[in-house]
């Protein structure tokens, strides 16, 4: 297996685990500082958790140019 191949993978999981992570606590300290709770709670995280899921990803692939989803464009 090539360096570059496996050196991309290693980015690209990386890159998602660091949004995972970061956009897991920015929803849930939103959400607790609002003092929402029960299905609302469950509602109001996923949704901005998602949000800032692609919105972190967006900006990991601007600020280091790495590509997450476009290793077809090869």
């Keep these: 297996m090539d360096s570059a191949t496996v050196k991309k993978w290693v980015t690209f999981f990386i890159g998602i685990l660091c949004a995972i992570v970061i956009a ?4 849930n300290v939103i959400v607790s500082a609002a003092g929402i709770t029960g299905w609302m709670s469950f509602l109001i995280n ?3 958790y998602a949000v800032f ?3 972190i990803l967006y900006a990991i692939e601007r600020i280091f140019h790495i590509e997450f989803f476009g290793f077809w464009r090869e």
């Design 46 to 48: 996923f949704v901005l």
């Design 24 to 27: 897991d606590a920015l929803s």
């Design 53 to 55: 899921f692609f919105a």
